[in-house]
């Protein structure tokens, strides 16, 4: 089945503690983003790859890293979570011009 | 750069009766529309696209949209919904250059809730 995991689907941490959330397809999508959703301001892009070794800052990247050293994954990196990062993620894949498949979310609370 | 503005934040209406969700957009070149659905507790799917060509779209669920471009709106109707149309729907932008999801921008969202 075609899809895009994200793990975990929930995650509560404390201020600093390095945290990775990852992101998956099996499609063999070149391009993949990650989001966040927050009440009120809709989704929001943090980076995204157009490729394997490719990726570029979306329109809220700060406190955030990202990877793509192989093409299937694209993990979301909270090097110092901080309170404000609490929210919904989204990791998304496609190939270009195709629509965007979302995976189930990840929910973090960082407290 | 471009910008999403969906009018209304929450839309509620009966069963059966018809509903737009209304969506403007601004760019200074052209663009790639879409409309994507979230059901509670689930990752976002899309609803319908426009790409090119006829600016009347159709999508799953008995879902359709109109491209205005001299109004900049892609509005999004169905003439009689259901129950299980309750969700939060999101209108999306992206320039045409790049590919279709090169920097997608999303609007706020529209949640709508359809009683019985």
């Known amino acids: 089945e075609a899809q895009v995991t994200q793990n975990p689907r929930y995650l509560i941490t404390v201020t600093g503690k390095k945290l990775t959330v990852t992101c998956s397809q099996n499609m063999n999508h070149e391009y993949m983003s990650w989001y966040r959703q927050d009440p009120g301001l809709g989704l929001r892009q943090i980076y995204y790859?157009?490729?394997?070794?490719?990726?570029d800052k979306g329109d809220v990247p700060e406190g955030y890293k990202v990877s793509r050293k192989e093409k299937r994954n694209f993990p979301l990196i909270l090097e110092s979570p901080s309170p404000n990062q609490t929210s919904l993620y989204f990791c998304?894949?496609?190939?270009?011009?195709?629509?965007?498949?979302f995976g189930n979310g990840t929910r973090l609370t960082v407290t | 750069a471009q910008s999403v503005t969906q009018l209304d934040s929450q839309v509620p209406v009966f069963e059966e009766a018809p509903v737009e969700l209304r969506c403007n957009y601004s760019?200074?070149?052209?663009?790639?529309l879409f409309w994507y659905v979230q059901y509670p507790n689930q990752g976002l799917q899309l609803l319908l696209k426009?790409?090119?060509?006829?600016?009347l779209v159709k999508g799953i669920n008995g879902f359709e949209a109109e491209f205005n471009k001299s109004q900049t709106s892609f509005h999004l109707r169905k003439p009689s919904v259901h129950i299980s149309d309750t969700a939060e729907y999101f209108c999306a932008v992206t320039e045409t250059r790049g590919g279709s999801n090169y920097k997608l921008t999303f609007g706020k969202g529209t949640l709508l809730t359809v009683n019985p």
């Open positions: 426009y790409l090119s060509g006829s600016t």
């Open positions: 760019s200074s070149v052209s663009v790639y």
């Open positions: 790859s157009m490729n394997v070794e490719v990726t």
């Open positions: 998304a894949s496609s190939f270009a011009n195709t629509p965007l498949h």
